[in-house]
């Protein structure tokens, strides 16, 4: 833990009593100058705390965002290691998150930041990633063929998606990873792999999360990425508007975690039914295109075979699909 990190949970711990700057300094071994510095630094993060000659300092509210140390102790899973890594804000969390993997980084590793200034989406897009999101990668290492990690992305999205049920949002499943409501995405999945010819390396899967409507996002949409249309969003606290931008984070990742364990015990087909239970593309006519745009098959969705493909009824066969971009038509 920080400093910044043991100042924050001394203030905390001292609730409305507060604690003095002579106390925080002896309890932490800092100078009173480097508490001042540190309080300084929080209130620059959006910590209210108040300070009066002769009580000290008090913390009256926390900022409502994504900060690792936030989203860290409203985390029940055990597979999520501690501590959390990241901060208020960086480049990318799925950047940062292989770079750990890739220095040795275990299996539960999290990264989370509250702002991403080059966040990535799938097939190149720009993940938009303002204040009200949180952004989350973890890394993974199941002990499997890399055939096999395919499934992964969906077993992600089905975790956030049961997360987010919990708080009451209507989360439902755009095959292969999209998370969305009825209004628009809630949350997209990005998977990266590094492996051998048989075995899984690791695997960092990130997420971005809409939680609370970014202050300067006028319409419900965003562009996310040159050349490609712009995509309806929607907001979880559209739907749970009580829940903190943490709480969320927490909820999905413990989400991800139940998900993660189910399937390394029953592989995907053990979460078939309850990924298709969440599918908005079940019955529905739909057109798949590949990365490029171009249309590569078309049809009405059967639902997803236990490899985690998209079964396409075409007219004359059933077509598994396994990957692409899933457009529905009217
Ligand atoms: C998609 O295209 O739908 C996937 C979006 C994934 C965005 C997340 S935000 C956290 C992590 N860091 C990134 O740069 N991307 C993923």
């Given at each position: 833990?920080?400093?910044?990190?043991?100042?924050?949970?001394?203030?905390?711990?001292?609730?409305?009593?507060?604690?003095?700057?002579?106390?925080?300094?002896?309890?932490?071994?800092?100078?009173?100058?480097?508490?001042?510095?540190?309080?300084?630094?929080?209130?620059?993060?959006?910590?209210?705390?108040?300070?009066?000659?002769?009580?000290?300092?008090?913390?009256?509210?926390?900022?409502?965002?994504?900060?690792?140390?936030?989203?860290?102790?409203?985390v029940r899973e055990e597979l999520w290691l501690r501590p959390f890594g990241g901060g208020p804000s960086t480049a990318s969390t799925n950047?940062?998150?292989?770079?750990?993997?890739?220095?040795?980084?275990?299996?539960?590793?999290?990264?989370?930041?509250?702002?991403?200034?080059?966040?990535?989406?799938?097939?190149?897009?720009?993940?938009?990633?303002?204040?009200?999101?949180?952004?989350?990668?973890?890394?993974?290492?199941?002990?499997?063929?890399?055939?096999?990690?395919?499934?992964?992305?969906?077993?992600?999205?089905?975790?956030?998606?049961?997360?987010?049920?919990?708080?009451?949002?209507?989360?439902?499943?755009?095959?292969?990873?999209?998370?969305?409501?009825?209004?628009?995405?809630?949350?997209?999945?990005?998977?990266?792999?590094?492996?051998?010819?048989?075995?899984?390396?690791?695997?960092?899967?990130?997420?971005?999360?809409?939680?609370?409507?970014?202050?300067?996002?006028?319409?419900?949409?965003?562009?996310?990425?040159?050349?490609?249309?712009?995509?309806?969003?929607?907001?979880?606290?559209?739907?749970?508007?009580?829940?903190?931008?943490?709480?969320?984070?927490?909820?999905?990742?413990?989400?991800?975690?139940?998900?993660?364990?189910?399937?390394?015990?029953?592989?995907?087909?053990?979460?078939?039914?309850?990924?298709?239970?969440?599918?908005?593309?079940?019955?529905?006519?739909?057109?798949?295109?590949?990365?490029?745009?171009?249309?590569?098959?078309?049809?009405?969705?059967?639902?997803?075979?236990?490899?985690?493909?998209?079964?396409?009824?075409?007219?004359?066969?059933?077509?598994?699909?396994?990957?692409?971009?899933?457009?529905?038509?009217?």
């Amino acid at each position: 833990m920080s400093t910044r990190e043991r100042v924050l949970s001394a203030l905390r711990d001292a609730g409305e009593s507060g604690i003095s700057g002579e106390e925080l300094a002896g309890a932490l071994g800092v100078s009173r100058v480097a508490v001042g510095k540190h309080v300084t630094a929080l209130r620059d993060l959006g910590y209210d705390v108040h300070a009066t000659p002769g009580s000290g300092y008090r913390l009256l509210q926390a900022p409502d965002a994504a900060y690792p140390w936030e989203v860290e102790p409203l985390v029940r899973e055990e597979l999520w290691l501690r501590p959390f890594g990241g901060g208020p804000s960086t480049a990318s969390t799925n950047d940062d998150a292989r770079t750990l993997a890739e220095q040795g980084a275990r299996e539960g590793t999290v990264v989370v930041a509250a702002r991403q200034q080059a966040g990535r989406g799938r097939f190149g897009r720009v993940w938009s990633s303002p204040e009200g999101g949180a952004y989350v990668s973890v890394v993974l290492r199941p002990a499997v063929a890399p055939a096999d990690a395919g499934t992964l992305a969906l077993v992600v999205a089905l975790g956030i998606a049961e997360g987010l049920e919990a708080l009451g949002v209507p989360a439902r499943l755009k095959w292969p990873n999209d998370v969305k409501s009825p209004d628009g995405k809630l949350a997209g999945v990005l998977l990266e792999m590094s492996a051998e010819a048989d075995a899984v390396r690791w695997i960092v899967a990130g997420f971005g999360l809409n939680v609370a409507r970014p202050a300067q996002a006028g319409d419900s949409s965003t562009p996310n990425g040159p050349g490609f249309e712009r995509r309806q969003v929607a907001y979880v606290r559209d739907y749970a508007p009580d829940v903190a931008v943490g709480a969320a984070a927490a909820a999905c990742l413990d989400g991800v975690a139940r998900c993660y364990a189910k399937w390394l015990g029953g592989g995907f087909m053990s979460l078939v039914a309850d990924y298709e239970r969440r599918s908005v593309l079940t019955g529905e006519r739909v057109v798949v295109s590949n990365a490029l745009g171009a249309a590569q098959a078309s049809g009405v969705v059967r639902g997803v075979d236990g490899e985690g493909r998209l079964l396409v009824d075409t007219g004359g066969a059933v077509e598994a699909v396994t990957s692409g971009e899933i457009t529905l038509r009217a």
